[in-house]
């Protein structure tokens, strides 16, 4: 049995029975990622040493008696995210040698439930970006062709995921990036409703649209951690104070009667046609089983993409003020004078990605723009909420493909900024209305996989969870697996 | 007129559903001299091949926004954020934090116990 091809609930299944131990499973996956991660590149920090002590407690734990949530349960983290001793980049130069001096919240309840941290994965810089190509040190490779791209910005999340160098793994999404790069590795990808789980720790881009969600092998697993990461935060006053259910008891496969709203937006002419055809085939399945499926309208679609444009960007630009060459990071110790400091500094420091979004950003909020920008694409962000508020009288979720294609080919959008913002589109409207949708696997074009989005309601998790749990047991996309080449000279 | 920017830009508003009356005349036409102005207020140093190259895409980017003027928020509120949550409060007593080791450890100038800057003052 290779254990590294483990779900985290089939682990903890044969951790509680005694017939592994969490040293094994961390063993054979550290080896998984020293036999693939040459090829699909996804972790920018790897820390062995810390996780095999984990491991070795967790074993002790639980021949004490004890048991956790996720004891003993090998994950990877977005390298945007804090865990304090270990460098956190964001994938950027002007943070490579930044060490926390503390853990994200989500860090600290993973640890309390007994997970095993086996190191940092890439991401495009600070988070900006759809394809992982903007990371400042390396690209990552989509495990099921390396020539392609894994979705970004939590790609080397997706990609260790998809290539079974992780159990789970946490990224963050803020218009798309935990649940695109999860359509296109094959993944399930959540993002939970905004304020659902602590941004602190969370390195920000976007502030009012910034989430961190859980990355999966199955929507089982979403859950558990979900249970996990969730909750209200003294350290982040956004987020909010609301019980946490158990999301596992949401896992019925039973979803007859259940509304299901089409969005016609959502299935234009701007989706490859397999991708349609993988779509529409998974909404017959949901039918088949019951659910009561129509087509809806969310007539405010089209504006989402230069909304988020704007209003993303402006918050990015607030956020990444911060980074000035003073209290961490890197500093352009050779600049005449704190002015040019800060100059250097940043010129240096941020790739092009970021500088174009921050440049944006403050255009957006600067005197004469502000109204016509940013306070314009703050009401247009109303009509695109209460687009969604009106559907959720008539529907319990709503469905649509994550993606408009599968993945595409490295170095194919970098050039072409705009091309790249597209691939985003039907990701951006839930992070502006404030609602949770899931990512999960219906089907594949030439080999490359297609994710289907459920969106649900503000704190409508469960429902979500369910309907995919249903679509889930009723299909085999998720048993599929890449073939990787391994490097057998190691 | 026939950019590899200009042909995304139809693509995106192909996908929108219409081109806005303003797109042929550019409107967005940023000068060397607004991205210059921009970059300064963001403390971010450029290079002529950046400026020139954030010129033509942000233009791009910004008459891509004029749609968002076909819109009718008169009557709208903006939103500023999606919780019903306003002014989140704790009582104003201390408690523990970052140990000041702890905070100057990535300093990149520290003495003293103190963030080291260059001179403010000329």
């Known amino acids: 049995m290779r254990l590294y091809e483990l779900t985290i609930h089939e682990a903890l299944a044969l951790l509680r029975r005694r017939e592994i131990s969490a040293t094994e499973l961390t063993e054979a996956n550290l080896a998984r990622i020293v036999q693939v991660d040459n090829d699909v590149k996804a972790y920018l920090t790897l820390t062995p040493e810390m996780a095999l002590e984990e491991a070795q407690r967790a074993d002790g734990l639980r021949a004490a008696g004890a048991d956790g949530a996720l004891l003993g349960i090998p994950l990877a983290l977005k390298d945007n995210m804090c865990l304090a001793g270990v460098p956190t980049t964001c994938g950027s130069r002007i943070l490579e040698s930044f060490v926390p001096p503390y853990d994200a919240t989500v860090v600290t309840r993973l640890r309390h439930a007994g997970a095993v941290l086996l190191g940092k994965t890439n991401l495009d810089e600070f988070a900006m970006g759809s394809s992982t190509e903007n990371s400042a040190f390396f690209t990552t490779h989509n495990p099921w062709d390396a020539t392609r791209v894994p979705g970004g910005s939590s790609g080397g999340s997706a990609a260790a995921l998809c290539a079974d160098e992780a159990l789970g793994a946490l990224g963050s999404d803020t218009g798309g990036s935990v649940r695109q790069p999860a359509s296109l590795c094959g993944v399930v990808g959540m993002r939970p409703t905004y304020g659902r789980v602590s941004r602190y720790g969370l390195v920000a881009f976007a502030s009012s649209l910034d989430q961190i969600g859980p990355l999966a092998k199955d929507v089982t697993d979403c859950a558990l951690l979900l249970n996990v990461i969730a909750g209200h935060d003294v350290g982040d006053s956004t987020s909010v104070d609301m019980p946490v259910p158990d999301y596992t008891e949401a896992l019925r496969p039973e979803i007859k009667g259940l509304r299901v709203g089409v969005p016609r937006e959502y299935l234009t002419a701007g989706v490859q046609p397999g991708v349609e055809v993988a779509v529409r085939d998974a909404i017959e399945v949901l039918a088949e089983l019951g659910a009561h499926v129509a087509e809806t309208s969310l007539a405010h679609t089209e504006y989402a993409l230069p909304v988020y444009y704007l209003i993303a960007p402006a918050e990015a630009s607030a956020n990444l003020a911060r980074y000035d060459g003073v209290k961490y990071g890197y500093s352009a110790k050779d600049a005449p004078g704190i002015w040019e400091t800060y100059r250097v500094t940043r010129q240096r420091g941020f790739g092009s990605e970021v500088k174009r979004r921050i440049m944006l950003g403050t255009y957006a909020l600067s005197a004469g723009y502000y109204d016509a920008y940013y306070l314009k694409a703050q009401k247009v962000r109303t009509l695109i909420k209460q687009d969604f508020d009106r559907a959720f009288q008539q529907f319990d979720v709503l469905i649509g493909p994550t993606a408009p294609d599968v993945a595409f080919k490295i170095g194919e959008k970098v050039d072409d900024p705009l091309q790249m913002y597209l691939s985003d589109i039907f990701t951006l409207s839930q992070p502006l209305a404030g609602i949770c949708a899931l990512s999960l696997p219906c089907g594949f074009v030439n080999g490359l996989p297609v994710g289907l989005q459920i969106s649900g309601p503000a704190f409508g998790e469960q429902t979500v969870l369910r309907v995919a749990y249903a679509y889930e047991q009723a299909t085999e996309w998720h048993s599929r697996k890449p073939q990787i080449k391994e490097d057998c000279s190691v | ?122």
């Open chain 2, 1 to 122: 007129m026939q950019s590899k920017d200009d042909l995304s830009i139809v693509d995106a508003l192909t996908w929108a559903g219409e081109l806005p009356d303003s797109w042929n005349e550019g409107t967005v036409a940023l000068t060397r001299e607004e991205v210059e102005h921009i970059a300064e207020l963001t403390k971010l140093g450029l290079s002529d091949a950046e400026i020139e190259a954030f010129r033509e895409q942000l233009s791009a980017i910004l008459d891509y926004a004029v749609i968002l003027e076909r819109v009718d928020t008169d009557a709208i509120s903006p939103t500023a954020t999606v919780l019903p949550l306003r002014n989140v409060m704790r009582a104003d007593e201390s408690g523990p934090s970052l140990a000041q080791e702890d905070a100057l450890a990535n300093a990149p100038s520290a003495t003293e116990g103190y963030f080291q800057v260059k001179a403010i003052l000329e």
